[in-house]
């Protein structure tokens, strides 16, 4: 048997894949873009429900900016969409005691009182520089 014979199976087995528009997915397993589309649908789809649930709440924006920098994130969104996922699993006893806990945090931390003395006083940023400078 020729080597051109053996080789007509993986042939076929390659033309197959590289005619079908597939990608690797996030676990390592190639999906088809039709697929791919359908996963990015239902994250936008579940990303809604989380927004809107957060929306109807009654939490605020200061508690999901409080709550971000309490679950160690700098965006406020993954804390929205946080706080949404625990009332979508009806758990707003964890929102509240992260919430008490960040109060709780906030009132540990020495308050930085230079900064709102300079804040609250008639001077400015270039006074500021100035002085920075001396």
Do not use: C
């Not at 006893?93 to 992260?98: G, P």
């Amino acid at each position: 048997m020729s080597s051109k014979k053996k080789n007509i199976p993986l042939t076929i087995a390659i033309s197959v894949i590289l005619a079908s528009p597939a990608i690797p997915s996030n676990n390592g397993a190639w999906i088809t873009s039709a697929q791919a589309a359908q996963s990015t649908s239902q994250t936008v789809n579940h990303e809604k429900q989380l927004i809107e649930a957060y929306v109807k709440s009654r939490y605020n924006y200061a508690d999901a900016e409080s709550l971000a920098r309490f679950w160690g994130s700098n965006r406020v969104w993954d804390a929205k969409l946080k706080i949404g996922d625990y009332i979508l699993k009806n758990n707003q006893t964890a929102i509240d005691q992260a919430l008490d806990n960040t109060q709780v945090v906030q009132s540990i931390r020495p308050q930085d009182s230079g900064n709102e003395a300079f804040f609250n006083s008639k001077y400015t940023y270039d006074d500021a520089s100035i002085l920075a400078s001396f």
